[in-house]
């Protein structure tokens, strides 16, 4: 009876000096600092976000925006007859902040090269509130124009700042300059702007965003600030985007730039961005 006893005792001894350790680890494991998932995508409608590929993913967008909506309505079926602009692009997460990809849009037939890193990123603990990264980009006019190589050139910097608020809430600021290298008579070759920018999720699945371009200084003649408005709906390994936007342009330099329509005029026009992330 003592043996059998015995045999009973040994595995609950073990079990009381078991749990001090496992309480640790489940203790340990509740404290682990993570990033924070600001916003769904690394691009909000046209303004990149402070949101970065996993190494080794790759995300292939297609951005594709229409002709004015309000224009003849019915015979160009609210701007769907008249494609304005399409822009097809590749981004690969070299390292978990640093992000390399390459587009072309057929407008001008531009083809950009951009590089995106983050230098903060908000982090679940809260010791980090906010993210930052540094965003590059350069754009080439390869349509043929009879100019030199070196007057077909664009480039963007920007500093971008977000801060997921709540559950439901993210807000950024961009601001960025914008360098055209050659311009016509009364264009500026130097433009500054504060991007504005917003998710407000709905849902798992559902979310509204908005971003806004205010030119700060000098403009270009007869442009307007760049507003647009959007939906992103999740479908699991696809991020859908749906939007009205003022300006045809899907680089940032370019919405500066070139933006001739006011959005609460009714110069809005409708596009949709698409996501997949591909882990290689």
Do not use: C
Request: hydrophobic residues 40%; aromatic residues 12%; neutral net charge.
């Amino acid at each position: 009876m003592r043996d059998q006893l015995k045999y009973y005792l040994i595995p609950v001894i073990l079990l009381l000096f078991s749990m001090p350790s496992i309480a640790q680890m489940e203790r340990e494991k509740a404290n682990i600092v993570e990033p924070v998932e600001t916003f769904w995508t690394p691009t909000l409608i046209s303004q990149a976000t402070t949101e970065h590929l996993s190494v080794g993913n790759l995300n292939v967008t297609i951005m594709h925006s229409f002709g004015i909506a309000t224009t003849n309505p019915i015979q160009n079926f609210f701007g769907l007859d008249n494609v304005q602009n399409v822009r097809l692009g590749l981004d690969y997460g070299i390292t978990d902040k640093w992000t390399a990809g390459i587009g072309r849009s057929s407008l001008f037939n531009v083809v950009d090269f951009r590089t995106k890193y983050a230098i903060l990123q908000q982090n679940t603990s809260g010791s980090k509130p906010i993210s930052i990264s540094l965003k590059a980009d350069l754009g080439i006019v390869t349509q043929q124009n009879r100019q030199p190589f070196k007057n077909d050139l664009s480039t963007l910097t920007s500093a971008i700042i977000s801060k997921k608020v709540n559950e439901q809430i993210r807000l950024q600021l961009s601001p960025m300059y914008g360098y055209f290298s050659s311009v016509s008579a009364g264009n500026q070759t130097h433009l500054f702007s504060i991007g504005m920018g917003s998710q407000i999720n709905i849902s798992d699945r559902f979310a509204l965003m908005a971003e806004y371009y205010p030119i700060i200084g000098e403009r270009n003649p007869d442009t307007k600030n760049t507003f647009s408005l959007g939906l992103n709906i999740q479908t699991g390994g696809h991020v859908f985007q749906l939007f009205f936007a003022s300006t045809r342009w899907h680089l940032e330099q370019y919405a500066m730039a070139q933006n001739r329509e006011e959005f609460w005029a009714g110069d809005f026009r409708f596009g949709f961005n698409v996501n997949r992330i591909f882990g290689l």
